[in-house]
């Protein structure tokens, strides 16, 4: 069974804060990441995608990749109110995406 | 580029009626996936097919379910009987699965809200 594991939060943060939103899967054979952003009542967006260890960058979002430790990571810089949504992690394996249970993230003004 | 379409956006129906949700994937795309979504149990894979081909069903429920797609371009998820228990929102996602497995992420469908009375 592939497991991908995040804290279900909820995960409060002032605004313009650094939030830190953390995964950790089984499968030491994953090669490829995703991370999805979910407001309520909508469906999951995609917003960043980790191929390699190390860090990615894109705009105020970094995801970071640490295949031997089997950890993915995702940090929200300068965070906003509109950056208050649920984030799944995401890894595939076949054809299939495993999602985590997400982690609801709060960014208090 | 048009998105996942998924239709209808909203359903309500009496418990023991058939309900049927719909779903175009993006154009290209070669792989579809059904899930559904509760606040108890998150987000549940039901079935994915890839190249129309069911790939994996052993999501879907019961036999109650039951999901097609007849080409590349259409699916559905039929419910029948429906039942209380079903009310969830039903995702449809697509991808594209290329020689570099798992490689392409899912892009969903903004989902039908299914309420059983």
């Known amino acids: 069974q592939k497991e991908v594991e995040q804290n279900s939060g909820p995960l409060s943060v002032p605004e313009g804060a650094i939030a830190s939103l953390n995964c950790t899967y089984s499968?030491?054979?994953?090669?490829?990441f995703f991370w999805y952003r979910q407001y309520s009542g909508k469906s999951p967006e995609l917003i960043m995608s980790i191929y390699s260890n190390g860090d990615k960058e894109d705009g105020r979002f970094t995801a970071q990749l640490n295949k031997a430790s089997q950890y993915v990571s995702l940090l929200i810089r300068d965070s906003q109110p509109s950056d208050s949504a649920t984030y799944l992690c995401?890894?595939?394996?076949?054809?299939?995406?495993?999602f985590g249970t997400g982690t609801r993230l709060t960014v208090i003004p | 580029d048009a998105g996942v379409i998924q239709s209808p956006r909203h359903e309500v129906t009496e418990m023991g009626q058939e309900v049927t949700l719909r779903c175009k994937p993006i154009?290209?795309?070669?792989?579809l996936f059904w899930y559904r979504q509760t606040m108890m149990r998150g987000l549940e894979l039901l079935i994915y097919f890839n190249n129309n081909v069911p790939i994996d069903d052993s999501g879907m429920p019961e036999d109650r379910f039951s999901a097609k797609m007849p080409n590349a371009s259409f699916s559905t998820l039929k419910i029948q009987p429906s039942e209380p228990r079903d009310s969830a929102v039903y995702f449809c996602a697509s991808s594209l699965i290329t020689g570099l497995l798992g490689n392409q992420p899912q892009h969903f469908g903004d989902g039908t809200r299914l309420s059983i009375l």
């Open positions: 499968d030491r054979g994953s090669q490829s």
């Open positions: 995401a890894v595939p394996f076949d054809y299939n995406l495993f």
């Open positions: 154009s290209g795309h070669n792989s």
